[in-house]
């Protein structure tokens, strides 16, 4: 061996064993981290649909998908990291002698094909990927400091790092590959010329790169292969040793994590982590009214410490590879407030595992950490952390020593899942929101003013308006049929097609009710019979649970499903989103389970089977007056998905297919549409608090669906109608749309019916009157 070969053997020796230990010893740290968290034994079932779920978003990049050429590029990255590690191993052969090849497979010319265009493709990905970063890069970003760009607070020297580190790999090992061909045309270390495999069988890609450095002497080709090896050798050991000084260094981490965070994922089959929340836990179970008296005292109800997260928390946490996917998507961010999902993954992040050496230490042990230690284990989690609405990532402080998140942050959430929809590693921000809320809600009693009005009326009377029960039959008066109530006029659910859930909005608030009655007049013509269950019904709880205030979800709940059940009901249409995804997804959970369809879904059935027939406006009705009709077909209508009937649930073909089977209808989709639908703002509880930061969620909406030039805004959630109806009036007020409306798709449906049964257009409804534009605590709707 020369000198060259003895100290790059030495050096490369000793650089991949320190790599190799530092790597074993800070997995043992993920291990100890992620213990600290509290059980779930929930994750783990079902392991084959588990494995088969991993290998469809590992291989098929299901979940990357949504940006197609960034999908692309990383999928080449990706399994380059993989399959290139033999060349690692090669590499090490390398240094002693410079034409060693792996055993059998060496100069296997399917292995050799396979390496050089994954050397190749890998080059070509992270390339792409880095023109991608800068072309992103907040300093290129429209609006204020950058945070319009995805990028916006990651950790700008990790990725960098990161890119550069996949960019030497790749050029070492296609220079290496030519070195190789330049050797094996000299006929290797032996000097037999032309003896070897120098030809495009074994070098189909690299071939024509060696051919530039065949005539180089066999001893240079020797040293230089040598020194790339050692190149190749240390830039992917220095790589191993400082991800392993570095455990949140998310960006390196997570292509190791992200395995064991795709599998242990809530649903096996692959499902979003969206729709039903989950319940309430203390050390791995459910807690409800039966069990509260036998906790502990000190048992923390929700997360009040970063260790009260569950296991799957901390991994989920640790797996953030800040690619921003989540921030870009998220309402509250694009509307200037201080919430973004991937700033709060990573101050979580950082803060477990700052916290996790005292956590971790013995009480003897603790003393000699330092007081920084001491301090930042009183560090509360959320709190005031004294952060400028300018500088958004101040709001973030994983040290304190004020708060790691500020309330601000917590509260701005409108739970609409843009963040775990988006995610390419399947984080679930929202549960971890919510168990957040809980505890500030339960322990410390620290939530918005506004919520004070919500959770006193929905205990006392049952509703977000605090209205009185009677008043749940107003809507139906005046019906031209008699609406049937459970109890009174049908014994049974079993007695009819389907409970109608008319909702606490179907029932008080002006716009809804006109909801109500299109889907009951349009059950009515269809012949599917229905009843309600009057004042026997209460608010499902959505806005109580989504606001922390999980005791009084669970009363309500509890309340509904024993009315349900003794009513027999087992088919259940609603036209509410919130109440739709809580009874179908939610109530199971505390025995209720029905068969429960969305009114768009049961109306878009009507029509494919005939059983309700819409006709074209006729011809001489203008289509476009400065008095239409609210409820008559436009010619031009855009769709707003409903966070927890799209996204939540998936339902997004139904509404599209029933304005579709309108005649003379064109849709005109907004830019954000289905699965990257924007919210309305409503969500979250946050229909009943003010919105004092940034810019309206609701404007923003409304002014993209205005953008669209249609005359009517189509929606299928009465949240959504109050939400959009106010954003228009802010609209109009600034002489925009003027002729635009907000109208619910089984008002469009049963205007179009109507003519087939008169052949005339409908009477014009009464005018909406103007709703207020700024947000209202729950009060009596007049």
Request: net charge negative; proline share 5%.
């Amino acid at each position: 061996m020369s000198a060259l070969q003895i100290v790059a053997l030495v050096v490369c020796l000793a650089v991949a064993l320190t790599g190799i230990a530092l790597f074993a010893r800070v997995i043992g740290e993920f291990l100890a981290v992620f213990r600290l968290g509290q059980p779930d034994a929930t994750r783990t079932g079902d392991k084959g649909t588990r494995t088969v779920t991993l290998l469809r978003e590992f291989l098929g990049h299901t979940r990357m998908s949504r940006l197609p050429v960034v999908a692309v590029a990383h999928w080449f990255t990706m399994i380059s990291f993989g399959v290139l590690f033999f060349t690692l191993l090669n590499a090490f052969g390398q240094l002693v002698k410079a034409d060693f090849t792996l055993p059998v497979i060496g100069h296997f010319f399917l292995y050799e094909w396979v390496t050089e265009f994954f050397a190749w493709t890998g080059l070509v990905g992270i390339v792409a990927l880095m023109v991608i970063r800068q072309k992103n890069h907040p300093r290129s970003a429209a609006g204020e400091g950058g945070r319009r760009s995805r990028f916006f607070g990651s950790t700008f020297w990790q990725a960098y790092y990161v890119e550069l580190t996949i960019l030497g790999v790749t050029i070492c090992i296609i220079t290496l590959r030519a070195l190789e061909y330049a050797l094996d045309f000299n006929g290797g270390t032996q000097g037999f010329s032309g003896v070897g495999h120098a030809d495009a069988l074994h070098y189909p890609l690299t071939g024509w790169l060696g051919a530039m450095v065949k005539g180089w002497s066999v001893s240079r080709l020797e040293d230089v292969i040598v020194v790339v090896a050692a190149v190749k050798i240390l830039i992917s050991f220095a790589w191993m040793i400082t991800i392993s000084l570095q455990p949140t260094m998310g960006v390196a981490w997570h292509r190791f994590l992200a395995f064991f965070n795709i599998f242990l994922k809530r649903h096996a089959d692959g499902r979003t982590s969206l729709g039903e929340l989950q319940p309430l836990m203390v050390k791995g179970e459910p807690v409800d009214f039966e069990n509260i008296e036998d906790l502990d005292e000190d048992a923390a109800l929700g997360v009040g410490k970063v260790e009260d997260f569950t296991w799957k928390g901390l991994l989920d946490f640790t797996t953030c590879t800040e690619c921003g996917r989540c921030q870009s998507q998220c309402p509250a961010w694009n509307t200037d407030k201080p919430l973004s999902p991937k700033l709060l993954v990573m101050a979580l992040r950082d803060h477990a595992h700052a916290k996790a050496p005292w956590l971790l230490a013995t009480e003897g042990d603790r003393s000699g950490l330092g007081e920084g230690a001491a301090a930042l284990a009183e560090v509360p989690l959320i709190g005031d952390t004294g952060y400028d609405i300018t500088n958004p990532l101040a709001a973030y402080n994983p040290h304190g020593p004020d708060a790691v998140i500020d309330q601000d942050v917590l509260w701005s959430c409108t739970t609409c899942g843009a963040c775990v929809e988006q995610c390419p590693v399947d984080i679930e921000h929202v549960d971890a929101i919510v168990d957040m809320r809980r505890y500030q809600n339960l322990i410390e009693s620290a939530f918005p003013n506004e919520l004070n009005g919500l959770f006193k009326n929905l205990e006392n009377k049952g509703n977000p308006w605090g209205m009185a029960a009677r008043a749940r039959l107003d809507w139906a008066k005046d019906l031209p049929f008699p609406v049937k109530i459970l109890g009174q006029d049908v014994e049974s659910a079993d007695d009819v097609d389907y409970l109608f859930w008319v909702g606490c909005a179907g029932a008080y608030e002006d716009r809804a009710k006109k909801t109500t009655r299109a889907v009951a007049e349009l059950l009515d013509q269809a012949g599917v019979s229905f009843a309600i269950l009057g004042d026997g019904e209460s608010c499902t709880g959505d806005s109580a649970r989504r606001a922390g205030n999980e005791f009084l979800f669970q009363m309500l709940a509890a309340q509904n499903v024993e009315t349900l059940n003794e009513v027999g009901a087992t088919k259940i249409v609603v036209t509410c989103a919130h109440c739709f995804n809580t009874i179908k997804n939610e109530y199971p959970q505390l025995g209720g389970k029905y068969e429960v369809v969305h009114h768009t879904q049961l109306l878009n059935r009507l029509v494919r089977e005939k059983k309700l027939v819409p006709v074209a406006r006729p011809a001489d009705v203008p289509g476009k007056s400065s008095n239409k009709d609210v409820a008559s077909t436009a010619e031009t209508v855009t769709y707003h998905d409903p966070c927890y009937l799209g996204r939540h649930n998936g339902v997004y073909a139904p509404p599209r297919e029933l304005i579709g089977a309108l005649p003379g209808v064109e849709l005109r989709e907004m830019e954000r549409t289905k699965e990257k639908s924007f919210c309305c703002g409503a969500g979250g509880a946050r229909m009943w608090m003010e919105e004092k930061l940034g810019t309206r969620i609701n404007t923003n909406r409304t002014e993209e669906a205005i953008g669209t030039g249609a005359e009517r805004i189509a929606i299928g959630c009465p949240f959504c109608r109050v939400m959009m109806s106010d954003g228009l009036t802010a609209a109009q007020s600034e002489g925009k749309g003027a002729d635009v409306e907000v109208v619910d798709v089984a008002q469009m449906l049963l205007a179009a019916v109507k003519r087939r049964d008169d052949g005339q257009p409908t009477e014009p409804e009464p005018t909406e009157p103007t709703p207020d534009p700024e947000p209202r605590e729950p009060q009596p709707v007049a």
